[in-house]
Every structure is written in C-alpha cells, then in structure tokens.
C-alpha cells in the first residue's frame, strides 16, 4: 500500500517498503530491545530477524494519509517492557513523521518474546 503526499509541485509516492524500513530502522535504536520478530508465527515459536530482514516484524496500513504501525519485537530481560515499548512508539512516530511526513495515528507493539542479549 503506497502513500501519496501532494504539493504544488506535484506528487510524492512513498512505497511500503520505504515506510517500513524507516519504521524498523527507528525501532532498532531503542534501549531494551533485542530485535524484531517475524509477525507469522507456527505454533508459538517466533523467529527473531536478522538486520536485512527487520521489515518483516512490520505490518503497516494507511487510511486517509494516516499511518497505523504494528511492531513485532524481541525485548531484553530486565528490562520494563512497558517503558521499553513506550520509547519505541515515541521514536517510531517522530522519525516516520520527520522523514516521510506522514502522520502516524497509531503504533502497536506486540512483545512476541523476551531474551536475554548476549554482548558481543
């Protein structure tokens, strides 16, 4: 589903998968989270994404210019989840609403797992 910004000049087609990187991009650089998670799920098992495939833990939908985002996440143990996801909703909304200047209604975010992050 693609996004059409108008202005005097013309028009500006933003295609999902644009939405859906800066969306994954900006969720990554939050505290306390591990990564993103596959949003298909078999059996209560979830896979957690690699970098170049992030997007997958994205489902996004927009209706009348307006942004709704579904984050499938992997949170860090010891971590306050609520506080952890409220960062991500914040910074979610601020850098799709920076960069693609599309208003972002909603951010939900389903916590599929949690995990204890190894330092590398």
Not at 2 to 18: D, F, K, Q, R
Not at 113 to 119: A, E, G, L, N
């Amino acid at each position: 589903m693609n996004t059409t910004l108008s202005n005097e000049y013309g028009n500006i087609v933003i295609e999902e998968s644009a939405i859906s990187f800066i969306v994954a991009n900006a969720a990554m650089t939050c505290y306390g989270l591990v990564g993103m998670s596959s949003k298909n799920t078999t059996d209560g098992f979830f896979e957690l994404l690699r970098r170049e495939n992030q997007t997958k833990g994205v489902k996004i939908k927009v209706e009348d210019n307006k942004l709704f985002v579904d984050l499938y996440v992997v949170v860090q143990f010891g971590t306050k989840i609520s506080v952890v996801a409220n960062n991500i909703i914040d910074t979610v909304k601020y850098n799709v609403e920076t960069y693609a200047g599309i208003n972002v209604e909603k951010v939900t975010v389903h916590v599929q797992d949690v995990r204890v992050q190894k330092d590398a």
